[in-house]
């Protein structure tokens, strides 16, 4: 059974930083491309960064600069560290793990950034 649980969300004052964690079983993690998304209310899910099972990532423009993904094959997990945080980064942040032509989901994890 495919598991993503992702950890670390929470209130955060802005200019403050975040690390998400996203913990994986039941895949083969090194064979994964990943993704975090985020998403807010009424709104579809968008993601913002990505890092392939070779390493390669992406930025979406709006946290280019800001925010990073990073995977850590051993602990099979997957991390985005969030600096600079701005209040309309406020959302639910999702973890995507992607093999095979399938998507997997974390239950996602409610980042707040407001004083």
């Known amino acids: 059974q495919v598991q993503l649980v992702e950890s670390g969300g929470g209130l955060v004052q802005p200019g403050g930083s975040l690390r998400l964690s996203c913990a994986t079983s039941?895949?083969?993690?090194?064979?994964?491309?990943f993704g975090w998304y985020l998403q807010t209310p009424g709104n579809q899910r968008e993601l913002l960064v990505n890092?392939?099972?070779?390493?390669?990532?992406y930025s979406a423009d709006s946290v280019k600069g800001r925010f990073s993904i990073s995977r850590d094959n051993a602990k099979n997990t997957v991390y985005l560290q969030m600096n600079s945080l701005k209040p309309e980064d406020t959302a639910v942040y999702f973890c995507?793990?992607?093999?095979?032509?399938?998507?997997?989901w974390g239950q996602g994890t409610q980042v707040t950034v407001s004083s």
């Open positions: 995507n793990a992607r093999f095979g032509g399938r998507h997997y």
């Open positions: 039941g895949i083969i993690f090194r064979f994964c491309d």
């Open positions: 890092i392939s099972s070779g390493g390669s990532t």
